[in-house]
């Protein structure tokens, strides 16, 4: 055994630094003295396959490969039962025996890691021994088992299972917009003339009730003339019901109450009638015109209040599922670096917008200073977590194959079980686990993709194995 190995060593030291290397006594700590060979000739010559060639004269040269010297001599074949010495004291004390053990051996397996192995003791084209492998390194369970310093040297970390609130925060870019609600149109409803403007231009905030233009119609004029002599009159019979149906001419033709409600208390009918603002707001177009004929129909003055409005963004189609009416809403507006507008989420618009993939959502927003206008750019940001705590592992600890998801757990002395798992929101660095973990367990967050691969070599090794044991 001690002569094969020696000859194994030797052979391995000769492939690591090439053929034809000189001081490989130096390389093996050997001590034999210049000019002896290390090997007898009849050992050479020996049955067995060589391992390596050596120098015919004994000198410290080797080579893998058949060779010649310079003279044109054959290099000698040493065969692997060759009585190899490289000690000077030949009462070297022999190498210790191996250790006693128990255990029993399942099968042996290829030492360089190929799919390669053998129910007995082997050795591979190298001479390397083969590894034997024992009951219980290769459980039926599926897990892993790695010594301490391979732990070691590739960094396998574990963190336990734990509840935490995971907090998802999805951010979009979006624009503000009018609120449609709050938009109003002043249009005449008759054929009518401009007589004056109010000192109103686009652009200009207006309160409701205050002057923008006087308008004469004579369409108008002639109604308010009925109402006025329905109400003078002093003939009994059906006057109520007539008076109703003149004062409704003038409601249907849009006639401000104010301006009803002054012919009632003067009883006279004005030349020309007062349109005022329908609501708070900011003139948003400007139509009207001195002395211009309004046809009916036509947009004389567009108002919309915006204390209210809306922010439509713009959120990845992959994010849809983490939203829900009534959520909070942070808006940010790039003209006010630091300071954030609180709303909520109102609308999911039902359509997907296809070069994109990105689906738009309405978000509703105070706006008290009037500082946000329509068609500002602004950035939202959607907190989707929830305030209960979760059982979560950190993201790192998850394999993905796309079709499943599983993490290894750690069950001690080395042995890493996989676990299929079950997941749910992601945020923080963490991400949701909803089965196939229990709070505690220890979980691998590092290294875990080399375990995976020594889990893959584990299970082929297994089927090679299963495969040869079977008749």
Known sequence: MKRATL????????????????????????????????????????????????????????????????????????????????????????????????????????????ADTSPVPKKDSMGMDYIPVYDGDDSDDGSVKLSPGKIQRTGVKSEAAGLRVIRTMIRAPGVIQLDERR??????????????????????????????????SSSISTAAAEYIATINSKTIGGVASYGRGS????????????????????????????????????VLERNAVEGMRANPGDVLFRIADISLLWATIDVAERDLGALSLGQKVIVRARSYPGRAFNGELKLIYPQINKETRTARIRIELNNPDLALIPEMYVDAEIDTGSARPVLSVAESAVLDTGSRQAVFVEKGQGRFEPREVKLGHRGGGYVEIRDGLAEGEPVVVSANFLIDAESNLNAALKGFSDAGAKP
């Not at 010495?85 to 255990?103: G, H, K, V």
């Not at 005449?188 to 002057?211: C, H, L, N, W, Y």
């Not at 409704?248 to 349109?275: S, Y």
Request: net charge neutral.
């Open 7 to 114: 000859a194994i060593v030797t052979a391995a030291a000769i492939a690591a630094v090439g053929g034809g290397i000189f001081g490989v006594r130096e390389h093996l700590r050997v001590k034999a003295a210049p000019g002896v060979a290390l090997v007898t000739p009849a050992a050479a010559q020996a049955g067995d396959e060589p391992v390596y060639y050596q120098d015919p004269d004994g000198k410290p040269s080797y080579s893998l490969t058949p060779r010649k010297t310079p003279d044109g001599r054959d290099y000698l074949a040493v065969p692997a039962s060759a009585d190899l010495n490289f000690d000077d004291d030949a009462s070297a004390a022999p190498p210790p025996a191996p250790m006693a053990t128990d255990r029993k051996i399942k099968f042996y397996r290829n030492p360089m890691g190929l």
């Open 183 to 216: 938009v109003s149109v002043i249009a005449m409803r008759s054929e009518s003339f401009v007589q004056k403007i109010a000192d109103v231009t686009t652009g200009s905030r207006v309160a409701k009730g205050q002057p923008l233009m006087q308008v004469y």
């Open 247 to 282: 004062r409704q001419r003038l409601v249907n033709l849009d006639v401000p109450d104010a301006a009803i409600v002054a012919m009632e208390k003067t009883g006279t009918v004005p030349l020309v009638l007062e349109w005022s603002a329908p609501r708070d707001g900011v």
